[in-house]
């Protein structure tokens, strides 16, 4: 009867909730530490935590749980655990998320999620911004570097990013709703790198089989998309590179072509860079129709996506990386070195890509000075032997500088150099050293 006494007496299992699991599920991982900041939603796991073996680290803001986060997983090894609300407090952990996913550095991100039944009600208090957390931060680290550019290198896609940017912070303030700072990050960011790759004129530099578009339309979408940024200059994923002084802009390609998966346009573009004078473009590349339809043949289209169509060197007529014949990027530039340097007199920057080690064992070294008044822009281009392949004699190469419409080429009595005239600017004296100067149809 005793025994009888004691088993009615003994309290009833607890029920296991998903918040209890999602904490057991991390002790069984050997998590020992979490970094989070509460709110409604992910309460009940902070309630599930209460006699857990693992340690939270409590943060003042939940991008701040993001990147230590990451932090932790740099140092140690391990993953490192972040935890956060629905809604905003979840698209805030978005910039340590994606920080996290270019250098492949283990992060788990835990958030919670209103009831579907409540999504879009706050309670009879009036509308409440809800938002696809997971898929939002997913498409932001898988297609948008760090420093606010495509992954596909498109710009073209560049201007809908900041579009789209421009209509979802519209739609957080028609309703009220404080735009979450891993958003208003991530929109500045791809601004700046939209500018990052504008002319003079205004319109953009021709990139990825794209051209430089309407500068009135353009002009009106930056104008109205209510953000504001200055032009990225140094970009590392983006690639585009940005030297400017006193009205002169030069912009290079100095980086891979973008992963085929991302890019059906991708180019063969690396080291090619243009070149303006206040309103006036000098040199260019020639473009192309980017992804919308075009009346253009498809050789045509493909033939604007080769080496020989942008402004930089090409060796034995070949493409720096491989377009093959059904329109996709084959083998070639895998790596990219930079070293920019300013100083009181210029902007100087040096860059090389191995495309060309492969087939003819050789390094295409390109160095760009743009004096700091904007009147004198140096070049070299250089060819260097790396590997163990054998150097091919006598591969021919050309060094080309496509020149803008409206740009008219003079070439000097001695044949070294040409005199280029336009409307919109001062002349320029071009000269060149170890090869001959011809001038020809692009």
Not at 256 to 285: C, I, Y
Not at 304 to 311: D, K, N
Not at 355 to 368: E, I, P, T
């Amino acid at each position: 009867m005793i025994g009888a006494a004691q088993a009615s007496a003994s309290p009833e299992p607890q029920p296991v909730t998903g918040a209890r699991l999602v904490v057991e599920a991390l002790e069984r991982e050997g998590v020992k530490h979490v970094f989070g900041y509460p709110g409604g939603a992910i309460m009940p796991v902070y309630d599930a935590l209460t006699g857990s073996s693992l340690q939270h680290i409590l943060v003042r803001h939940e991008q701040a749980a993001a990147l230590a986060a990451d932090a932790y997983g740099r140092v140690t090894g391990r993953p490192g655990v972040c935890i956060a609300t629905s809604g905003p407090g979840a698209t805030n952990l978005v910039t340590g998320i994606a920080n996290a996913f270019l250098d492949s550095v283990p992060v788990v991100a835990i958030t919670g999620q209103v009831a579907s039944p409540l999504m879009g009600v706050a309670f009879g208090i009036g509308p409440e911004v809800e938002h696809d957390d997971v898929g939002l931060a997913r498409a932001l680290a898988t297609a948008q570097f760090d420093d606010g550019g495509l992954i596909s290198r498109s710009t073209y896609e560049q201007i809908q990013l900041v579009d789209r940017f421009g209509l979802l912070r519209a739609c957080y303030l028609a309703a009220k709703q404080t735009i979450p700072d891993g958003i208003e990050a991530a929109a500045q960011a791809s601004l700046a790198a939209l500018h990052g790759v504008m002319m003079g004129d205004g319109s953009l530099s021709s990139w990825q089989g794209c051209g430089p578009g309407e500068s009135a339309r353009l002009t009106a979408l930056i104008d109205g998309c209510g953000l504001r940024a200055r032009p990225l200059r140094q970009a590392r994923g983006w690639g585009y590179q940005r030297m400017s002084a006193l009205g002169t802009v030069l912009v290079i390609d100095a980086a891979p072509p973008p992963p085929q998966k991302v890019a059906e346009q991708g180019s063969a573009s690396t080291l090619a860079f243009e070149l303006s004078d206040g309103s006036q473009r000098l040199v260019v590349n020639c473009g192309g129709p980017g992804p919308l339809p075009t009346a253009l043949p498809d050789e045509l289209v493909q033939g604007l996506r080769t080496t020989a169509a942008h402004s930089t060197l090409v060796l034995s007529d070949t493409n720096s990386t491989n377009i093959l014949a059904d329109g996709s990027l084959g083998k070639g530039v895998e790596d990219v070195t930079i070293d920019r340097s300013e100083d009181n007199d210029a902007s100087r920057l040096e860059a090389s890509h191995d495309g060309y080690v492969r087939a003819f064992g050789l390094v295409h070294k390109r160095s760009l000075m743009l004096g700091n008044d904007g009147k004198e822009l140096r070049g070299a281009d250089q060819l260097i032997a790396k590997g163990r392949k054998k150097i091919k004699e006598g591969a021919p190469y050309a060094v080309r500088f496509h020149l803008a419409p409206g740009v008219e080429a003079t070439i000097t009595a001695d044949g070294m150099g040409a005199i280029l005239r336009s409307k919109g600017a001062p002349a320029w004296n071009f000269r060149c050293r170890g090869g001959n100067l011809t001038s020809e149809e692009s």
